[in-house]
C-alpha cells in the first residue's frame, strides 16, 4: 500500500516553501504505508499541495515516483493502490499517440485521463484505488475512490482549508486543522461496532464514498459524480438473469474468479497470500497455485485455543494445493501486546476482534513478501455469514406487519426499520439523541 495526503488553502496567503513543509509533514505520518520513497508538489498561486509515500510493487525504478505530472503537464496525480488492467490501458492508449517513460500503473492512469477524460479513464480502471489528481489548467482537485471502498480515502473541511489523505493521523499533522468528535458518527459506532461511511469519526471529515468523484472548483465549491453504483448493478443482474445451468454457472464462477485472481498476481515484488483455511481464502489460494510455476507463500497465525484456532485447518489446505507454508503459533500475552497499538494503526474506533490476527499474520508475511493476497470480502459477496440469512427472513416479518400499527415515532418496529436499513448517506440513522 502507499499514502497519499493534501491539501487546498484557499486563503492564498501560505508561502511555497510553508506549503512544501506542512505536505510533508502531512505524509510523514504515512511513512508506514510506503517506506520506498516519498514526495511533494505544491501550486503555491492555488494555495495546493500534495504529499506522497510509496511502497513500490509496480515498477520498482524512480519513473514511478509520485507525485507525478502528466506528459502535457496539465495533471498531477497521487495515486494509491493498483489498476491490474493497466497493460491492456497501455496498449490502447499508445495507437493513439500516448508514449510512456516508464513502466508504472500510474503513468497509465495519467494518460489514460489525457485521452479519455477522468470519468470516462476511472469507468475502464479494474482496480483498488483512492487517488488524488489537480488539474492545473481548471485549477479542480478530483478525488476518486475505487468501485467497492478497498482503499481508503478521508476528506473535508475547515475554515479556508480543504484536506485529505489516506488517514486520518495525516490530517492530524496541518497546524491549521483542530479536530472535532463527531457525536452522530459516535452515535454510530456504538451501533454497529465501526464509523459507517461517509462518516467518520471527526465533524466535518468524511469518507468518500466508493464508485465516487469529488470534484473541488477553484471558488471551493464541489461536487459529486458516481461512477459506478452497485445498486445499478444489482438492478441490471435482476432485469438480465443469468440464462445458465448449475455447473454452466459454477464453471464460469471459476473461470471469473480466476481472471480476478490473475489479474492480482501481477507484481514486480515478492507475493503470498493469507491462508485460514476456510472457503474464500482456500479458494483464492487454489487460484494463485494453479497460476504459478513455484509453490505459493501462504501464511497462518495459530493459537492453542482450538476455539480460535484455524491454523490446523490451514495447514490441511495448504499440504493439499503444495504452497510453501509459514504458520506462526500466538501466545495470548502476544497478542494481547498488539492491541495498544490498534488505535494508531486505525485512527478511528473500529471494534472488530478480527484486527488483532490480521495484525498479527500481516507481521509475519512481511518477513518474506511484499503483497499478500486474502480472501476477505468473500463472506460479504457470496451471503456466507449466518446473519444474512437471519436479517432477511426479519426484514420479511417487519414488512408483514400491517400499516399503522406502529404509529408512535420509536416505536418497536421503527426502531427495527432504523437498525436494518443502510444508512443511505444521511445522518438521520445515526442521531445520537436515538
Known sequence: MCGLTGFIDFAHHTAEDVLRERAGAMSETLRHRGPDDDGVWVDADAGVAMGFR??????????????????????????????YNFRELRDALIPAGARFTGSSD?????????????????????????????DRKERTLHLVRDRIGVKPLYWGRQGNLLL???ELKALHAHPGWTPEIDRDALAAYFRHAYVPAPFSIYHGIGKLMPGTIVSIGPDGTDQTTTYWS???????????????????????LDQLLRESVELRMVSDVPLGAFLSGG???????????????????????????????????????????????????????????????????????????SQIPTALVSELARRDVTVSLSGDGGDELFGGYDRYVQGRDIWARIHAIPEGVDNLP?????????????????????????
Not at 494518460?111 to 487517488?131: C, D, K, S, Y
Not at 438480465?240 to 464460469?252: F, K, Q, V, Y
Not at 497478542?335 to 474506533?349: F, H, K, M, R, T
Open 164 to 166: 485529505f489523505g489516506s
Open 54 to 83: 510509496r511502497l513500490s510493487i509496480i515498477d520498482l525504478s524512480d519513473m514511478g515516483h509520485q507525485p507525478m505530472v502528466s506528459s502535457s503537464g496539465r495533471y498531477v496525480i497521487v495515486f494509491n493502490g493498483e489498476v
Open 279 to 353: 472457503i474464500d481464502s482456500s479458494t483464492v489460494v487454489a487460484q494463485m497455485q494453479a497460476l504459478s510455476p513455484q509453490p505459493v507463500k501462504t501464511f497462518t497465525i495459530g493459537f492453542e485455543d482450538d476455539t480460535f484456532n484455524e491454523a490446523k485447518d490451514a495447514k490441511r489446505v495448504a499440504e493439499h494445493l503444495g504452497t510453501d507454508h509459514t504458520e506462526l503459533y500466538v501466545r495470548p500475552g502476544e497478542a494481547q501486546d498488539i492491541i495498544p497499538s490498534l488505535s494508531e494503526w486505525y485512527d478511528e474506533p473500529f471494534a472488530d476482534a
Open 410 to 434: 420509536m416505536g418497536p418496529v421503527t426502531m427495527m426499520r432504523n437498525q436494518l436499513e443502510l444508512p443511505g448517506g444521511t445522518s438521520a440513522h445515526y442521531s445520537s439523541d436515538d
Open 106 to 134: 500510474t503513468e497509465v492512469i495519467l494518460e489514460a485521463i489525457q485521452a479519455w477524460g477522468l470519468e470516462a479513464a476511472v469507468r475502464r480502471f479494474v482496480g483498488m484505488f483512492a487517488i488524488a489528481l489537480w
Open 230 to 252: 452497485l445498486a445499478a448493478q444489482l438492478e441490471a443482474g435482476a432485469a438480465d438473469p443469468l440464462d445458465a445451468t448449475e455447473d454452466e454457472a459454477a464453471d464460469r
